[in-house]
């Protein structure tokens, strides 16, 4: 996940921009391409928006502004004599729609190279707007002594294949990892009482409960993680044992090690189409049951609380916010109190007869999804883009970019990882989420269910209310699809044809 976007992408809070570029001294050292390959040598501006990378940004809002990215494009210039790069970011209009960027797409003066959540280019990709990289990921890496297909130098292949578009297609290299987690401030656990993290759904709420009756906030989050991602994260957990025959469409055998039954959007919309996901899914009402019993031990306000400072106060007990904030945990001098990392607690049959017990899965995943714009095409430099990118991701290059502004783990063969980091490599061992619903739909649905979301969360609704609306608006997202040829659900009905007896006594036990 991109996080000038979301990540889903997740888009990282209270950063301070302290300039555009930084010209700083000490270029990485990094070989030249090996022989046999011909560097491009024709003048050419490169513009990119590198994320939380960017030279001048300070990540977490705390430390000195980053610069590594600078000095290994000075480093991939002086290969390239004639060719520039000029970071820029993308303007943040404060949804994860990319607005900013759609404009400059459409009149054609996009920055050539741009890091997003890939999902937000899917929506896209019939208007051209964004270079499919399959071509270019089975070249050998210039910058990789033996590599011979630049696909294969990424740690992760499971979950750099799981970026592919519905068209099967790969528009985006994952440079780096991020994962999220309970930030447990144990100083002030034990001092109520709780020795340990909670394993359970049902020791979570017990403990809670004594959380906020001792009178400090026992769980928040940046960005509405728990109101959006933890239903996500709750839905895998009532869903798991369904799944497998849920799924209309298995995933592909080269992710099934990082996703194993994902939900497509178009999955999801077809599965809508015969009763789940809808009112008449009982599956779907306890989850949304759970989410709303689970919000009574959030921050009162689900938008405009800082949770960063509650936590750093010692006023919440338990932060949930994603791998960047080990950057604050660990430069901040001011923090007074001890800290450990978890992940959200299983849900089990003593909290609901449709668990299984199983483990949270992840959330997060790729960081920096790195994108090529046609106006690589338009400016003739497509050749030079997909080198600098491999220049960067090159592992003793974005080794030193990614420790700088210890955020996000590399995903790359070779490169180091910061040991600061390492809590969350027990975490990133697990499935990831069955779906992402907000980033599943398209922008004026999402908007429709997020605005209803806060709603039923602040009391606005009863649950029945709030499934109504849900179902009228995932009724308008799949019409809205109806001509749209990825839309097709002529595969998925022959595979449901197959399973309706069983997945239909799901939604009425008397059949």
Known sequence: MAFAERCRGICLAGLLLAGTCLLAEGAPAAPPPQSGTSAPSAAKLIRADFGQYTPGMIPGGIGEPVREARNVADAWEKLHPGCTVKYQLMINTGTTEGEWLKTQLIGKIAPEIVTMNTEVAWQAIDKGWFIPLDEFLQRPNPYIPGNEHWIDSFTNIALTNSKRAPNGKLYCITMDTVETGWFYNMTLLRKLGITKKPETWEEMLADFKIIQEAGFTPLTSQMNLASDWGQDIVFEMIYHDLLPTLDPISSRDDVKDYQEHFID???????????????????????????????????????????????????????????????????????????????????????????????????????????????????????????????????????????????????????????????????????????????????????????????????????????????????????????????????????????????????????
């Not at 994603?322 to 049959?349: C, L, N, Q």
């Not at 606005?460 to 659900?489: C, I, M, P, T």
């Open 265 to 511: 959007p178009q999955e999801g919309g077809f599965l809508f189409t015969k009763g789940f996901f809808s009112s008449r899914d009982p599956r779907w009402r306890e989850m949304n049951r759970l989410v709303k019993e689970w919000r009574q031990y959030w921050a009162k306000e689900l938008k405009f609380s800082d949770p960063t400072r509650l936590f750093l106060t010692g006023r919440l007990a338990v932060y949930w916010d994603g791998s960047w904030t080990i950057r604050r945990m660990t430069k901040d001098p001011h923090i007074d109190f001890e800290w450990e990392i978890g992940y959200v607690p299983a849900i089990t049959r003593a909290t609901s007869r449709f668990a299984s017990g199983s483990p949270a899965t992840l959330i997060g995943g790729a960081a920096s999804q790195v994108h090529i714009t046609n106006s690589a095409i338009y400016n003739n430099s497509l050749e030079e883009c997909v080198d600098f990118l491999m220049y960067l991701s090159a592992p003793q290059n974005i080794e030193r970019i990614a420790g700088e502004a210890l955020i996000f783990k590399p995903n790359v063969k070779g490169a180091k990882t910061d040991p600061r980091l390492q809590p969350f490599d027990d975490i990133f061992k697990r499935k990831s989420c069955a779906i992402q619903w907000m980033e599943a739909m398209d922008p004026e649905y999402k908007k429709v269910w997020r605005r209803w979301l806060d709603y039923y969360l602040q009391d606005g609704f009863e649950l029945d209310a709030y499934l109504k609306v849900l179902d009228e608006n995932f009724a308008a997202w799949v019409k809205s699809h109806e001509k749209d040829v990825v839309w097709d659900f002529t595969e998925m009905e022959a595979i449901w044809q197959t399973r309706k007896e069983v997945l239909l006594r799901e939604l009425d036990p008397q059949r």
